[in-house]
C-alpha cells in the first residue's frame, strides 16, 4: 500500500516527504484540506518547514490527496496512538526493539508475546510497524521491568528474529 501511495506522487520528491511525514505521524487531512491531529489543526508552515518543503507543496499535497477517492479515504481515517518508548526512561520502563528476518511471516507477535507470558513479564504496550509502511519494520514492547539475560536469550534464539534492542 505504501508504495502505491508513493507511486501516486512519483513526480515530486517534495510531495512524496510530506505523504510520509503525514503516514509516519498519523495526521489526518480534514475536508478543507488541514492536516489535522485529531482536532487540533497542524499549521502547513510548521509541516513545510519540519521537511524542509515549500508551504505551497502542503498545500498541493492535500489537494492531491482530497482529490483521489482512494487517498482521501486514507488520510481521512488515518490516527496517531500515543506510544510509551518515549516515556521509558521517565516511567522506569524498558522498551524491547525486535527485528525480523520476514515481517509478513505469521506468528511473530504471538511467539514473542508468549515468550514474555511464559516468564511472567507483563507488556504495557505493543507497537508493531506496517512492513507496508517502512522499509525495515520492528516490532516494540514496552514492560515494567527490566529483562533477564535468559529472556532475552530465549527471544533471540526464535527463529525468526534478526535483532533485539534494549532501550
Request: hydrophobic content about 40%; overall charge negative.
Amino acid at each position: 500500500m505504501f508504495d502505491e501511495i508513493m507511486e501516486k506522487f512519483e513526480g515530486s520528491p517534495s510531495q512524496q516527504a510530506v505523504i510520509r511525514l503525514l503516514l509516519e505521524r498519523g495526521f489526518s487531512v480534514n475536508d478543507d484540506g488541514r492536516v489535522v491531529s485529531g482536532g487540533i489543526e497542524i499549521p502547513n508552515t510548521g509541516i513545510a518547514r519540519e521537511i524542509d518543503v515549500d508551504r505551497r507543496v502542503v498545500d498541493s499535497t492535500t489537494d492531491a490527496i482530497l482529490e483521489d477517492p482512494e487517498l482521501r479515504r486514507i488520510f481521512q481515517n488515518i490516527s496517531q496512538v500515543p506510544s510509551l518508548m518515549d516515556l521509558a526512561p521517565v516511567l522506569d520502563l524498558t522498551v524491547l526493539s525486535i527485528a525480523v528476518d520476514d515481517p509478513e511471516q505469521e506468528g511473530i507477535v504471538a511467539g514473542i508475546t508468549g515468550t514474555l507470558a511464559d516468564n511472567d513479564i507483563s507488556i504495557r504496550q505493543t507497537i508493531s510497524e506496517d512492513p507496508e509502511f517502512t522499509d525495515e519494520p520492528r516490532l516494540y514492547l514496552v514492560t515494567d521491568e527490566a529483562l533477564p539475560g535468559e529472556v532475552i536469550t530465549e527471544l533471540r534464539d526464535l527463529e525468526f528474529v534478526r535483532k533485539i534492542e534494549i532501550q
